[in-house]
T-cell receptor, first 114, second 114 residues
Framework: SQKIEQNSEALNIQEGKTATLTCNYT??????LQWYRQDPGRGPVFLLL?????KEKRKERLKVTFDTTLKQSLFHITASQPADSATYLC?????????????FGQGTTLQVKP | EAQVTQNPRYLITVTGKKLTVTCSQN?????MSWYRQDPGLGLRQIYY???????DKGDVPEGYKVSRKEKRNFPLILESPSPNQTSLYFC?????????????FGPGTRLTVT
């Protein structure tokens, strides 16, 4: 069956450390993968997109990797800050042909402690 | 300001009473989509629209209807709401039908069906 999985357990880290979040998928062949941030009671906000032919993408303190062999994406926040505390969602197109059907993982909650 | 708006933000209703949640975007986006978010189940796509008069089912379309008569509006209709449709609903839009662009989410509508 098709699955997209993120660690359901909250990730607690100390301020200044690097947070690494994982997104694994099964039986999908996405052309790209997206990462969003969601604060409680608010809509998700887009952070980064990485295409299947890209190994790594960076934006300020954020870095995303995409390994189509392992069927995994890693999301890193370096020099984390308490303001980075939120839930992070990964999402992919359910088919590589851009059908418009987007599948989200359940999200991982990150808590950065001062 | 570029944004996706939803109305109402909060709604409590009774089983069987038809309701409509409106969604509007002012960014001239082609793609629009509805999601529901439930604890433990994450964000699930209900319906999406690639352009005016073009709509398609997401993962959980049962009990919902949509229409896309104008580019900017994408209302979600619950003809006969039931308690299992109690959820947090998000509308989203994207610049093109190619999902390699980010989605912009609305603020959410919290619906309770008693």
């Amino acid at each position: 069956s098709q699955k997209i999985e993120q660690n359901s357990e909250a990730l607690n880290i100390q301020e200044g450390k690097t947070a690494t979040l994982t997104c694994n998928y099964t039986n999908y062949s996405p052309a790209y993968l997206q990462w969003y941030r969601q604060d409680p009671g608010r809509g998700p906000v887009f952070l980064l997109l990485i295409r299947e032919n890209e190994k790594e993408k960076r934006k300020e303190r954020l870095k995303v990797t995409f390994d189509t062999t392992l069927k995994q994406s890693l999301f890193h926040i370096t020099a984390s800050q308490p303001a980075d505390s939120a839930t992070y969602l990964c999402a992919l197109d359910s088919y590589s042909s851009n059908t418009g059907k987007l599948i989200f993982g359940q999200g991982t909650t990150l808590q950065v402690k001062p | 300001e570029a944004q996706v708006t939803q109305n109402p933000r909060y709604l409590i209703t009774v089983t069987g009473k038809k309701l409509t949640v409106t969604c509007s975007q002012n960014m001239n986006h082609e793609y629009m989509s509805w999601y529901r978010q439930d604890p433990g189940l994450g964000l699930r796509q209900i319906y999406y629209s690639m352009n005016v008069e073009v709509t398609d089912k997401g993962d959980v379309p049962e009990g919902y209807k949509v229409s896309r008569k104008e580019k900017r509006n994408f209302p979600l209709i619950l003809e006969s709401p039931s308690p299992n449709q109690t959820s947090l609903y998000f509308c989203a839009s994207s610049p093109t039908t190619v999902l390699s662009y980010e989605q912009y989410f609305g603020p959410g509508t919290r619906l309770t069906v008693t």
